[in-house]
């Protein structure tokens, strides 16, 4: 019922992400949404992939330190007031959204893609089932 993210802590410095990105890319790996939070000295790549386990082998493997959260994956209707509509079933339940990022269906073009983190997945979960929002599972990603 929900989507794994994986963490990535990289330098902020010139090639950092260019140096983990080729990483992924000579290992077959399909970043399917991605942002980057960034301080300082530090910053943090947030990715979803298609396949999170050869991901996170291949990263431990190549010395990166990184962690895998859940997230959820949310299909909203491509219409104004799409993503209004979720932040509202979301905020009336009393569920807090720490981040969100979109992701691209490629094959839907009724509905944007966006990325949640929030405190609770399992309840925020229910909470659009019941009004009639999708959510979208590990195992789609590959898929959109």
């Known amino acids: 019922m929900s989507?794994?993210?994986?963490?990535?802590?990289?330098?902020?410095?010139?090639g950092s992400l260019y140096a983990m990105t080729g990483v992924l890319a000579r290992n077959q790996i399909d970043m399917r949404a991605m942002t980057v939070a960034e301080?300082?000295?530090?910053?943090?790549?947030r990715f979803?992939?298609?396949?999170?386990?050869?991901?996170?082998?291949?990263?431990?493997?190549?010395?990166?330190?990184?962690s895998v959260t859940p997230?959820?994956?949310?299909?909203i209707p491509d219409v104004p007031g799409g993503l209004n509509q979720v932040l509202e079933a979301l905020g009336g339940a009393d569920i807090n959204v720490e981040y969100m990022y979109a992701f691209l269906g490629g094959k839907d073009v009724e509905h944007a893609y966006m990325i949640f983190r929030v405190q609770d997945?399992?309840?925020?979960y229910a909470v659009l089932r019941a009004k009639g929002i999708k959510c979208v599972e590990q195992d789609e990603i590959s898929q959109l």
């Open 3 to 14: 989507i794994k993210q994986i963490s990535v802590f990289l330098e902020n410095k010139p």
């Open 39 to 45: 301080a300082s000295d530090f910053g943090i790549v």
């Open 48 to 66: 979803i992939a298609d396949d999170v386990y050869k991901a996170t082998t291949v990263l431990k493997d190549e010395g990166y330190v990184h």
């Open 71 to 75: 997230v959820l994956g949310v299909a």
């Open 121 to 124: 997945d399992k309840a925020a």
